[in-house]
């Protein structure tokens, strides 16, 4: 079945970088776009950023949020069947639960999610 597993969350200081994994199995990864989802306490999950599939007429396309352009970075290794999440000059705002999905833009591929990556953001 189709599974995600994200990892490489913790806590850093403000200005701080971290690099999150997102792990797919049980689909063909490369036919899929990507996109990393951020989820603060008390608040709804919201898209951070996408990379589209790898085959299709725009193989690659990003796509990310205001609040992190220039400072995150998606990319995909789909021999690895990985997608990576760069997160520099990181910002107290950044902080929440951090999950990865099958999806651009604002569609989301039917299935479940994973249990996702907690960065925090704090001095």
């Known amino acids: 079945q189709v599974q995600l597993v994200e990892s490489g969350g913790g806590q850093v200081q403000p200005g701080g970088s971290l690099t999150l994994s997102c792990v797919g199995s049980?689909?063909?990864?490369?036919?899929?776009?990507v996109s990393w989802y951020r989820q603060a306490p008390g608040e709804e999950r919201v898209l951070v950023a996408g990379i589209g599939s790898t085959i299709g007429t725009t193989p690659g396309r990003l796509n990310y949020s205001d609040s992190v352009v220039g400072r995150f970075t998606i990319s995909r290794d789909d021999a690895l069947a990985t997608a990576y999440l760069q997160m520099n000059s990181l910002k107290p705002e950044d902080t929440g639960v951090y999950y990865c999905?099958?999806?651009?833009?604002?569609?989301?591929?039917?299935?479940?999610w994973g249990q996702g990556t907690q960065v925090t953001v704090s001095s």
């Open positions: 049980g689909f063909t990864f490369r036919s899929f776009p």
């Open positions: 999905n099958r999806g651009f833009g604002t569609y989301v591929w039917p299935g479940p």
